[in-house]
């Protein structure tokens, strides 16, 4: 870059001044890393040094800022300069934090820190200023799709908050499942007796309110676009269709109650008289007060027996694998109708486990004030004879086979099953399972494809390259990570919401609707300027391609976790910037490393890792690479040095964005240059993962599982690169791993490639 001036900023504060020489530090800074503008300052994101580079950006024509201080992490605001690129050299938590203070190490301690003005220079000088999205676009409409309690409270909490919402519910009104409930469970203290359901009162509230338009019996039936710019057409019954356009997407398509056909042990389809909770229901809300009649013969009702668990937390894979979470606390509900409307009938609730999240004990413990009673046992078969039903079960407190016979109603809690409609990855999930030895996806997936079976309707029908609906978690319910990214799905600008995000009863779906809906208004606030969603919120970077040297190889196409890369005619790679995360596993997949962003890219990291003094074999020095994620392995070497955790004087540390952008050259040039050795720190994957960017940890292991043969055509060891999964909390852990790690590189001995 012909105009390119690249300023150097040495601070003595924080011990700085007294650990190192800051005085060499700018010598290295301005004789190595060629910076054209060298100072020192004794506290530099005071008032008076933030003032210093702000002076020299305006009047010295400063366009590339290396600051040789603290953590990236740390000082953001006082740092955050956006008229220029800033780099920052870590000597603070990366150097002084996590060497001893002593005279042994201060030599070592100063090459640290040498180092890192080199590598924060190198990588100044490759940065670009971001400009922010080309594509940017705002329209602050939010698309809520399901007019349930979930969808309902989305749409409300949006308007209150100024933005226009347009409602798409497929029945003729709304409520959902909620609209079907004769009562719900309290949702706050004293927790003692069902409460009315908020569903006309909310329903009423969507009509007055002139910022929601609703459609009924609709459905989206096609949605194409980005964050800023989707735009739904949107099918009614009538056959009318009509596109509406929205800047963000609320799924909340909620659940239906699994299928008590599959249980015919228990008594469903065999007996009038066993009823699933949705079926309780409906009795109790056409008793209109009156009592509930027993549906064989509309009898009295003087025994009731709820079975929990009813083809959940099933290990035989026949059923549901999981707990639905709200079935306990609507069972002791549904006891309190009976009781509500005569203490004498009896009420039993046959449990293995009692699980009621959010009202702490006090529902169940209202239950038992009014007599009903509660064992804990598991039901093997539900016996029909006549208008009355015998329930078998194995007493777990007795350990001992018994039966309640003479039971006018049976109950059966069959737990939730999302409407997340098409899984687009079931196959490759069968796949998997398949190749690890478990056949039963692969066969589920088949007999789900063979002809005349009911194929699963998609929710959302996006246009997208990869699928018309969000992708799904093993049980079917849409992919947001409950720790790390709750609502988010794969495809940005889009939430989900609900239970179709995890079994929740009503209180905690209208929570998750809010939570939702807020994320939604900030990723159309960050579209409209040309910004990044979470975790990367507000950065302006986006992906550049240069096409003349993309070998159509579709890698790119098809790692990226979000869906941000479509084809073109000629099956060249189109990036739509706005579905873009910014983690760059595009660029990690691309073999002829034609993709990149203004402020991070190959040579971005390349010339950093080239920067670094790496001392011959005979110094006994060695140099080991840590590429270390951003989110979770660099925050834990931070919080380590800030506990003073003392790990290797001889590793040098750069924090990429996440592994999956990790380039195998990086790894190449890194061991040609005569590194030891290289570390990989990055999150958690599988089933439970913790990756921000969902795939790119996991991508980044099958890339590295195949390095091993260039290790051996170097004539290295595969040791020498290794790959390790680091949480955020692990602050007394990854000291140790390096530590562990760099005694495993002396074992081996020096790298033969010094010199070359």
């Known amino acids: 870059m012909a105009d390119q001036k690249v300023a150097a900023y040495i601070c003595q504060g924080c011990g700085l001044g007294d650990r190192l020489d800051t005085a060499a530090l700018a010598g290295v800074a301005k ?9 020192e300052h004794e506290f530099l994101c005071n008032a008076d040094g933030v003032k210093m580079i702000r002076d020299d950006i305006a009047n010295e024509g400063v366009t ?6 603290c953590s990236r992490r740390a000082k953001t605001e006082a740092f955050g300069f956006t008229d220029v690129a800033v780099a920052r050299a870590n000597l603070r938590e990366g150097v002084i934090w996590t060497q001893p203070d002593n005279d042994e190490s201060r030599e070592t301690t100063q090459e640290m820190a040498e180092d890192y003005i080199r590598m924060g220079c190198a990588e100044a000088k490759k940065m670009m200023l971001p400009m922010g999205n080309p594509a940017a676009a705002t329209e602050r409409r939010l698309l809520v799709v399901g007019g349930g ?59 007055a309110d002139a910022n929601i338009k609703v459609y009924l019996n609709a459905i989206t039936s096609k949605i194409q676009g980005a964050p800023g710019r989707f ?4 099918s009614v019954e009538s056959g009318v269709t009509v596109t509406e356009k929205a800047g963000a997407i609320v799924q909340a398509t909620g659940f239906s ?28 809300t056409a008793a209109k007060g009156s009592p509930i009649k ?44 009976f009781k509500d409307a005569n203490p004498d009938i009896d009420t039993v609730v046959i449990y293995t486990d009692l699980r009621m999240p959010g009202n702490g004990e006090d529902f169940y413990r209202s239950g038992q004030d009014k007599g009903v009673i509660f064992t804990k046992g598991k039901v093997s078969s539900v016996e029909a004879a006549g208008n009355q039903c015998k329930v078998n079960f194995h007493d777990l407190i007795l350990n001992d086979q018994t039966a309640i016979a003479n039971a006018d109603l049976v109950v059966l809690a069959t737990g939730q099953v999302p409407n997340s409609g098409v899984d687009i990855d079931s196959k490759l999930k069968a796949e998997i399972a398949a190749a690890a030895g478990d056949n039963s996806l692969l066969e589920a997936y088949n007999a789900s494809q063979a002809e005349g079976s009911v194929k699963p309707v998609s929710m959302l029908n996006l246009n997208y390259r990869q699928g018309p609906d969000v992708p799904q978690l093993k049980y079917g319910f849409t992919d947001s990570h409950f720790i790390c990214f709750p609502y988010e799905t794969r495809r940005t600008g889009i939430y989900s919401a609900g239970p179709v995000r995890r079994p929740m009863d009503m209180a905690q779906a209208m929570e998750d609707a809010t939570g939702a809906t807020m994320k939604a208004i900030q990723a159309i606030e960050n579209a409209g300027l040309g910004r990044a969603a979470h975790p990367r919120s507000g950065d302006l970077s986006y992906p550049i391609f240069r ?39 595009c660029m990690g997949a691309c073999p002829v490393r034609v993709i ?82 290289v570390m990989m720190l990055g999150c958690k994957h599988g089933d439970d993962y913790q990756c921000h960017f969902v795939k790119g940890s996991e991508l980044a292991g099958i890339r590295m599982s195949k390095i091993g043969d260039t290790l051996k055509q170097m004539g290295l060891e595969e040791e020498r690169v290794a790959t390790f999964e680091v949480a955020i909390t692990d602050i007394e852990r990854v000291p140790q791993l390096i530590n562990d790690y760099m005694a495993k590189i002396q074992e081996i001995g020096m790298s033969p490639m010094k010199g070359f």
């Open 31 to 39: 004789k190595e890393g060629k910076a054209a503008l060298v100072k």
């Open 149 to 207: 309690v979930s969808g309902m409270t989305a749409a409300l909490e949006a308007s209150r908050a100024g933005y226009q919402v347009v409602l798409v519910e497929k029945s003729g009104q709304l409520g959902g499942w909620a609209g079907k409930l004769h009562k719900r469970t309290p949702a706050k203290s004293p927790f003692q007796s069902p409460q009315d359901t908020p569903v006309a009162e909310m329903a009423a509230a969507i009509e």
């Open 294 to 337: 027993r549906p064989s013969d509309g009898g009295e009702v003087r025994k009731v027996v709820f079975v929990q668990c009813a083809g959940q937390r099933d290990d035989s894979g026949k059923h549901l694998a999981y707990c639905s979470g709200s079935c306990c606390s609507t069972s002791v509900k549904q006891a309190m109708y």
């Open 596 to 677: 990149s962003f203004e402020n991070y890219s190959v040579d971005t990291v390349g010339s950093q890792l080239k920067a670094v003094d790496v001392p011959d074999e005979f110094s006994e020095k060695p140099r080991v690479l840590i590429l270390a994620c951003e989110n979770d392995a660099y925050p834990a070497l931070d919080m380590a040095a800030m506990n003073r955790n003392v790990y290797s004087a001889f590793v040098r540390v750069i924090p990429v964005r996440c592994l999956g952008s990790v380039n195998t050259i990086w790894i190449n040039d890194a061991l040609s240059n005569g590194y030891d050795g």
């Open 547 to 585: 096409k003349e040297g993309c070998t159509q190889c579709k890698r790119c196409t098809v790692e990226c976790p979000f869906g941000a890369i479509d084809e073109d005619e000629q099956r060249f790679p189109v990036f739509n910037e706005s579905r873009c995360r910014r983690c760059g596993t």
């Open 257 to 284: 109650l699994y299928d008590a056909n599959n249980l015919p042990e228990l008594g469903y389809g065999k007996s009038a008289n066993v009823v699933d909770q949705a079926g309780l229901e409906t009795l109790a």
């Open 231 to 234: 735009e739904a057409e949107i």
């Open 64 to 69: 590339h800022v290396m600051i040789g201080a």
